[in-house]
């Protein structure tokens, strides 16, 4: 059985920071692209940040120089370091590992961030 356990979120100040962890269980951790998707109230669930089983990184242009993903594959574990947090950066964070090929994807069940301003 597959999860991914979120972990970290909570409420912060604009400007501060929180570090996100999600615990995988059941896939093959080192084998997966892992990355952080946030959905805001009325919006699309976007791409945070994603890092793959060679450590390649990618991020979404409203969070660059702010946020940085890094893995862990001895615990098994993907985190999001958000620093210079905004109001816009409010919403639910999801965990999500893409098996090789695209064949399998995974979800969290998401943690809160908000940020009040």
């Known amino acids: 059985q597959v999860q991914l356990v979120e972990s970290g979120g909570g409420l912060v100040q604009a400007g501060g920071s929180l570090r996100l962890s999600c615990a995988a269980s059941?896939?093959?951790?080192?084998?997966?692209?892992m990355g952080w998707y946030r959905q805001a109230p009325g919006k699309q669930r976007e791409l945070v940040a994603s890092?793959?089983?060679?450590?390649?990184?990618n991020y979404a242009d409203s969070v660059k120089d702010r946020f940085a993903i890094s893995r862990d594959n001895a615990k098994k574990t993907v985190y999001l370091q958000m620093n210079s947090l905004k109001s816009e950066d409010t919403a639910v964070y999801f965990c999500?590992?893409?098996?090789?090929?695209?064949?399998?994807?995974?979800w969290g069940q998401g943690t809160q961030v908000t940020v009040s301003s």
């Open positions: 059941g896939i093959i951790f080192t084998r997966n692209t």
């Open positions: 890092i793959t089983s060679g450590g390649s990184t």
């Open positions: 999500n590992a893409l098996s090789p090929f695209g064949t399998k994807n995974y």
